[in-house]
Structure formats: C-alpha cells, structure tokens
Nanobody
Framework: QVQLVESGGGWVQAGGSLRLSCAAS????????MGWFRQAPGKEREFVAS????????YYVDSVKGRFSISRDNVKNMVYLQMNSLKPEDTAVYYC?????????????????WGQGTQVTVSS
C-alpha cells in the first residue's frame, strides 16, 4: 500500500515556475515507478511525466518536453515535478501516481495509487 500527498501547487504568471512535490508512504516506494498526470476542467486526465524506480528512465508528454523535469529521491520517498516556462494551458489539477510496475509508463491504467491532487493555475 502506498499513500501519496502532493504539494507545491499555486498560482503563477505565464513564464513562471513551480515545483510540485509528492510525499509517499510505504516501505516499497523505491520499487514503484512514479508518474504525474493532470486534469483540466472538462477534460480527461492526461499523462504528464513518469520516472522508473531507479530514476534512470523518464518520459514526458510532448507539450511539456524541455519545460518540465521529473525526479525522485528514494531515500526521502519523494517525487518532484519541476515546471518552468509555464503556460496558461498548463492550468490543471496535478496528480501524483505510483505504479507497481517498476518501469516508467505513460499508461494511466498502469498506476495503482493516486494522490488527491494539487491545483496549478497559470495566468496570461
């Protein structure tokens, strides 16, 4: 069982930066792949980024490549999403997720545990 709690969301002007954090409980955290998803009003939850259990492999949706960076600290049981050059279209609730499959994946149904989400609002 893994419990996830996101933090770091907020309001920012276009071009600004935010760093999201996800605190995970559970002694098996280090064996899970981790991901970030987001859901804007009226839209489906979409994949943003994922990282393998050792942090070697990462994937990003095309719209955030070069702007967002996912990382993890298996000692602290933390996952991060550094978001730079934010755009209004990045506005959404951002969710942290854990997959018992240790390899990074973009497939939403591969994730077993989800956080409650943190709101990110980017104004133009």
């Amino acid at each position: 069982q893994v419990q996830l709690v996101e933090s770091g969301g907020g309001w920012v002007q276009a071009g600004g930066s935010l760093r999201l954090s996800c605190a995970a409980s559970g002694h098996t955290f280090g064996s899970y792949a981790m991901g970030w998803f987001r859901q804007a009003p009226g839209k489906e939850r979409e994949f943003v980024a994922s990282i393998s259990w050792r942090g070697i492999t990462t994937y990003y949706v095309d719209s955030v490549k070069g702007r967002f960076s996912i990382s993890r600290d298996n000692v602290k049981n933390m996952v991060y999403l550094q978001m730079n050059s934010l755009k209004p279209e990045d506005t959404a609730v951002y969710y942290c997720a854990a997959s018992a499959n240790s390899y990074a994946t973009m497939i939403r149904d591969s994730y077993d545990y989800w956080g409650q989400g943190t709101q990110v609002t980017v104004s133009s």
